[in-house]
């Protein structure tokens, strides 16, 4: 399995507050992403990072800001949490398509905002 | 951006019978790649099997086999002597030879009864 981690786990917060959650690798790999998975919309994309220090838009990018100072951690942040934003979120990596076009995907992070 | 559609929101299938699970795509590219991710009830998400454009030959692993239609823009998933460990989320996902970002389908929930 790739290594992958994502924490925290789960999360419970309220309506307003900031949120950060981490992702880690220990593959080296390139690319890393930040989806959001909800019922009747499969995985969507929030934000990814081609480099350290590069990162663009996703589809569901409003309200999250990203970043990534490091190869190996991609942070994802929430600056003030809304019920909307109650899901479960999944880190992945990849290389380049040409390298091993295959996505690895942590674990998942369940967040409640109440 | 490319879209990716999964048609069957649910579908099940007997113990040891074969099911297939649709996907289609849009886009005007030529080479990409197309996967087939398994999420079972412990959200992992789990690589099935994938395919690339260029290739003819459709993928097969073990039990699990693609029927890839090109020129129809179809990727269907078919699972041969189904098993209770079958049972899962379904997602259909693409990623172009350059591209940095995968689309995913809205998934497949599979059920498989004993």
């Known amino acids: 399995d790739a290594g992958i981690t994502q924490s925290p786990r789960h999360k419970v917060t309220e309506t307003g507050t900031p949120v950060t959650l981490r992702c880690h690798q220990t593959?080296?790999?390139?690319?890393m992403y930040w989806y959001r998975q909800d019922p009747g919309h499969g995985l969507r994309l929030i934000h990814y990072s081609y480099g350290v220090k590069d990162t663009d838009k996703g589809e569901v990018s409003d309200g999250y800001s990203v970043s990534r100072s490091k190869t190996e951690d991609f942070l994802l942040t929430l600056e003030s949490a809304t019920s909307s934003q109650t899901s479960v979120y999944f880190c992945?990596?990849?290389?380049?398509?040409?390298?091993?076009?295959?996505?690895?995907f942590g674990p998942g992070t369940r967040l409640t905002v109440l | 951006a490319q879209t990716v559609t999964q048609s069957q929101p649910e579908m099940s299938v007997q113990e040891a019978e074969t099911v297939t699970l649709s996907c289609t795509y849009d886009?005007?590219?030529?080479?990409?790649?197309l996967f087939w991710y398994k999420q079972p009830p412990s959200r992992q998400m789990i690589l099935v099997i994938r395919q690339e454009a260029y290739k003819q030959q459709n993928a097969t692993e073990n039990r699990f086999s693609v029927n890839f239609q090109k020129a129809a823009k179809s990727f269907s998933l078919k699972i041969s002597d189904s098993q209770l460990g079958d049972a899962a989320m379904y997602f259909c996902a693409y990623r172009s030879e350059t591209g940095n970002q995968f689309y995913f389908g809205t998934g497949t929930s599979l059920t498989v009864i004993p």
């Open positions: 886009t005007s590219e030529s080479d990409y790649y």
């Open positions: 593959e080296n790999h390139r690319y």
């Open positions: 992945a990596i990849s290389e380049s398509p040409l390298t091993n076009n295959e996505q690895f």
